[in-house]
């Protein structure tokens, strides 16, 4: 990986895409429910989105702790919001927008860390980190969720650079209270144990949207030819947490084709810069966002398509940049697209999102 990250450096340009959208949305985000009746109304051919049991309206607990006083963020171009510096998050591999508070983002570190969540105001400053009672194998992504009214956060235990793991987890967790801090290490109200259907396969992108949890796999070069990330979804099926479940493959991701830049570092280094490193889909269900070590590409989703399709259809590159490791990205609830990279002080950028 430091060869992929010297390599970023020397070659890439820090200026923003010109075909960076300029505008965002400032709705709030929809819930479970709304999600399922959008999926509903979709003509495909692939079975509908799994039902969870439970109320679908907002607690008051949950609204009470929501912060209205400041506006959310927003912005017409590409913007470095801040750095992270905190020490114990060197890392940075997953990344999710709060649902209970506007301009705030949960992160989380690679393995090798403690297991823990961090809390972070969009300039970079901790605002609270908390422990999570489960160990970290190899963290690789983060989501935040309405599910039955309330606010998750979804850790990806997803990694597997050696191709080895039978089994991952998906930690489902209730988003902590910032003004409540915890003692206790968190526990996950649900744990998705899941396998894949042919073998073994390393990912570091996870989205959650309609009720499924999508997976996008990173795919080493064989022969030195690029291989296609495989696309997986997984219901989410609280009611039956003690089963095993298996990931159902929906599509391969569209690839772009090697650049000169991709060509060179892959010869050199052996890996494949445009495979995903994180993964997200806006709160509308009809965007989703995929970052790699030179990109940010997005998918536009119409009302007759399902992801499996779109995901499959060629994707259009918004944004490059310069960072060298980027490795986390997420979507707030107004459509803003954040995203940061490991190593201290990791750079908070945002783009602007769904038009």
């Known amino acids: 990986m430091k060869v992929i990250a010297f390599l970023v450096i020397l070659t890439a340009c820090q200026s923003p895409s ?25 003509t495909t051919s692939l079975q509908t ?52 508070r506007k301009n705030t983002l949960w992160a989380v570190n690679d393995s090798g860390n403690a297991p823990k969540l961090f809390a972070l105001k969009h300039t970079g400053e901790s605002i609270g980190s908390f422990a999570v009672d489960v160990k970290n194998r190899d963290w690789e992504d983060l989501a935040s969720a309405w599910i039955n009214g309330e606010s998750y956060l979804l850790i990806a235990d997803i990694g597997d650079n050696q191709q080895i793991k039978e089994e991952h987890n998906i930690h489902v967790i209730p988003e902590p209270l910032l003004d409540n801090r915890a003692v206790e290490p ?24 309609d009720g499924w949890v999508y997976i996008l796999t990173k795919e080493a070069l064989v022969d030195g030819k690029q291989q296609p990330s495989q696309v997986y979804r997984i219901p989410l099926d609280l009611a039956n947490q003690s089963r095993l479940l298996t990931a159902e493959k929906i599509a391969n991701l569209a690839m772009p ?42 998918y536009k989703r119409e009302p007759n398509e399902s992801w499996a399709q779109v995901l499959a259809e060629p994707r259009e590159r918004i944004h ?19 995203f940061t990279s490991e190593k201290l002080p990791a750079p908070i950028w945002a783009l602007p999102g769904e038009q």
Do not use: C, K
């Open 18 to 42: 010109p075909s960076s959208p300029a505008t965002v949305s400032n709705e709030q985000p929809s819930t479970l429910a709304d999600n399922l009746q959008s999926q509903s109304d979709q």
């Open 257 to 298: 084709a090697f650049s000169v830049e991709s060509s060179l570092i892959a010869s050199l280094s052996g890996q494949d810069i445009s495979q995903p490193t994180a993964f997200d889909i806006g709160a509308q269900n009809r965007y989703a966002y995929v970052l790699t070590y030179r990109s940010i590409y997005r």
């Open 320 to 338: 490059t940049h310069s960072l060298s490791q980027a490795e986390a990205l997420t979507v707030g609830s107004n459509g803003v697209v954040w």
């Open 186 to 209: 968190l526990v996950p109200a649900y744990t998705l144990q899941f396998r894949y259907p042919d073998g073994a396969h390393n990912s570091e992108s996870m989205a959650f949207a």
């Open 49 to 100: 989105a799994p039902q969870i049991n439970g109320s679908d309206q907002h607690n008051d607990t949950l609204a009470s702790n929501y912060i209205d006083q400041a506006d959310a963020f927003t912005t017409n171009s590409p913007t470095l919001t801040g750095n992270i510096n905190h020490p114990e998050l060197s890392e940075v591999s997953g990344l999710a927008s709060s649902t209970r």
